[in-house]
């Protein structure tokens, strides 16, 4: 997985679908910890962990989760009793992302560029 193409490409992804705040501070708590973990392709990190990277209470922690899930940015797998959470992070897919995100990313980024510009 290239690091810096999957923050890019989150980057777009939330121009083009506008996650709530919980789904972006949860997002990037996962690959940080993913990151740390050299990539694999499925880890485990207890909610705790991520409570304390994104600074979710775990109510939102849970429902960012699941929206991501629903969303199709990560997977999740319970364990049993008090085990920390299975985790996988889904790469984005340059070809299909950018062709459906293409349009809207760019009227995006250049709407900002501007108001930033003046």
């Known amino acids: 997985m290239n690091y810096i193409q999957e923050l890019n490409?989150?980057?777009d992804w939330c121009y083009a679908?506008?996650?709530s705040a919980g789904e972006i501070a949860l997002w990037y708590a996962i690959m940080q910890v993913s990151n740390?973990?050299?990539w694999p392709e499925e880890f485990t990190v207890s909610n705790d962990t991520l409570q304390s990277l994104s600074?979710?209470?775990?109510?939102?922690?849970h429902r960012a989760r699941n929206r991501l899930i629903q969303k199709g940015r990560i997977t999740y797998?319970?364990?049993s009793g008090t085990?920390?959470?299975m985790y996988a992070v889904v790469p984005f897919d340059?070809?299909?992302f950018d062709v459906a995100c293409n349009t809207t990313c760019n009227t995006t980024r250049n709407t900002s560029a501007t108001l930033r510009a003046t």
């Open 94 to 96: 340059g070809k299909d």
């Open 36 to 38: 740390q973990m050299n």
């Open 77 to 79: 797998q319970k364990r």
């Open 83 to 85: 085990l920390a959470g």
């Open 17 to 19: 679908t506008r996650p």
């Open 55 to 61: 600074g979710l209470e775990r109510s939102v922690l």
């Open 9 to 11: 490409a989150f980057r």
